[in-house]
């Protein structure tokens, strides 16, 4: 092929992409759901229990986050599809998929921008909203997890909605809340992970299911992909783990190291670590899902040049807070 016809193909097929949304190729094999400005689902290229794989229209590429699968438009039909790259090509450059014309595009890349920053918004007013945990219900819950050293500033507590509702305007009754902020890469606080507790703080809240689902105690608002806990400052190592109570158990237990707590297990290798940190320790829970996200963790973080090892509770506990506790 010379370069001339090589460069026309280039073209060609930028073009095409941009008019078909990956989502609806990949929709074909995949029930996908909304995520922020995310689509995610359960993976077509490994057994994945919880939804692994995340697409993004924006960008025109998917990717696994537990078996590390990755691509655009052209990959996906080859690899899922079973198509040659000529017959993708074809595909994507002929009528056989929906398209969306470019005013549709730029439409939706606008409402997914505002919807981002409408988010971490939101999640900003709450953490300024929120005060010091010392003296408050909030560090009842943290003492009641056997953590006797005092927490740093990322760490507040408030009074806050567990729901807004951003079609109507409305939002839920306040519950007390310890509030952990999402900081990226940079510094800047861009999100916060809220451990909702009961009225005496002394557990987390609980509630029977309602119409079948859970009700959950922790729940994120902003922008979590990236995002980390930090529980100490930019050092040479950091400790990464996947929860708030298993990141204050590790502060306390190994003094004068920096620790930064992962929102949920999926996040865990996800963080953005700024220049500065060299090498992470990445302390996981014992478990399947522990170990899991561990080794993805290990690929995601070795393939950015930083030096990785691991450490784990002792078997039987769990995690580490549980280990503390001698809960098995
Ligand atoms: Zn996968």
Known sequence: MTARIKQRDDTALRDAKARHNISDLIARHVKLRKRGVQMVGLCPFHADRTPSFEVSDTKGVYHCFGCGAAGDHVSFLMEKEGMTFRQAYEALTG???????????????????????????????????????AGSIGERYV??????????????????????????GRVGPDHPAVVCALQN????????????????GRAKYDRPPRNGKKVRAKLSFGTVAGSAIRLGPITDDIIVCEGPEDGWT???????????????????????????????????????????????????????????SEI???????????QLQRIS
């Open 143 to 168: 003492r009641a997890r056997g953590i006797r050293v005092p927490l740093p500033g990322s760490i507040r507590f408030a009074r806050t909605p567990r729901w807004y509702d951003h079609d109507t």
């Open 185 to 200: 890469g940079a510094g800047a606080v861009v999100g916060v992970q809220c451990i909702f507790l009961r009225p005496d």
């Open 95 to 133: 009528d056989n998929f929906p398209e969306v014309p470019p005013e549709e595009q730029v439409r939706r890349r606008e409402a997914d921008a505002a919807d981002v920053a409408r988010r971490v918004e939101l999640a900003r007013s709450i953490w300024k909203g929120a005060g010091p945990l």
């Open 250 to 308: 590790l502060m306390q237990e190994l003094p004068g190291r920096s620790v930064w707590v992962a929102c949920g297990t999926a996040m865990m290798p996800r963080m953005e670590m700024p220049p500065g940190v060299r090498s992470i320790t990445l302390a996981g829970d014992n478990g399947h899902a522990g170990q899991l996200a561990v080794i993805n963790a290990r690929t995601a973080y070795a393939a950015q040049g930083l030096g990785v």
């Open 312 to 322: 784990f509770p002792e078997p039987p506990f769990k995690d580490w807070n549980d």
